[in-house]
């Protein structure tokens, strides 16, 4: 709604600092992100040129401006009531499609184990009783998983390449990403600044 691109605009104004354009660094003055365990992925997010902001060259762009930040948004917009079943599956999968991108940094359509660990690491990196084999098992006994839900009974010989976007989908069947992906960080409480 337009009231929400006026709130949006005041939020990209604070961040930006009145400026045509944020940078990665504008990110670092947002409370809610400072302590997120894979807020690195959450701003990368932000600059993937291709993926996120949809547009011809591959890479992290160095400055967004405000067009940009609204289309990352986008994928955070709440469901609408006047949605039909096919609007909400297409809003769905684009939300889907962003975490998916998030996940796969090496950005080859697939989730390989490395990149799920990875993530998993990351995540689990603020509990100081878990240590790492222990983050390596959950993310190795969850891509096992992945690899039964989305192959079905695999051979002794066969190896799963990673999760594909298709086995994404699948995965996330049924859990209601609709309401759970959104965006704290847009409050428009003050941010300090520290000069």
């Known amino acids: 709604t337009s ?3 006026e709130h949006l605009h005041r939020r990209f104004k604070q961040l930006s600092r009145d400026q045509l354009t944020i940078r990665k660094e504008n990110f670092d003055s947002i409370p809610d ?4 365990p894979i807020r690195g992925k959450i701003v990368d997010a932000f600059f993937d040129k291709r993926r996120n902001l949809r547009q011809e ?3 992290l762009a160095d400055e967004i401006n405000f067009e940009d930040f609204l289309t990352i948004m986008s994928y955070f917009r709440p469901i609408e009531m006047n949605m039909d079943e096919e609007q ?3 809003f769905r999968k684009e939300k ?4 998916f991108h998030m996940y796969d940094s090496d950005h080859d359509g697939k989730i390989t184990l490395q990149e799920y660990r ?3 690491e990351e995540l689990l990196s603020g509990n100081p009783h878990l240590e790492k084999e222990s983050a390596r098992s959950i993310a190795d006994g969850a891509m096992m998983e992945a690899a ?5 009974q695999m051979g002794p010989d066969q190896v799963y390449e990673g999760i594909t976007f298709e086995d994404f989908l699948k995965m996330w069947q049924g859990i209601d990403i609709e309401t759970k992906m959104h965006v704290r960080f847009l409050n428009m409480e003050p941010i300090a600044h520290c000069y």
């Open 3 to 5: 009231e929400q691109i």
């Open 33 to 36: 992100l400072e302590f997120n």
């Open 57 to 59: 060259s591959d890479g």
């Open 88 to 90: 909400l599956d297409r």
């Open 96 to 99: 889907l499609k962003f975490l």
């Open 118 to 120: 990875n993530v998993v």
């Open 148 to 152: 039964s839900v989305c192959v079905g």
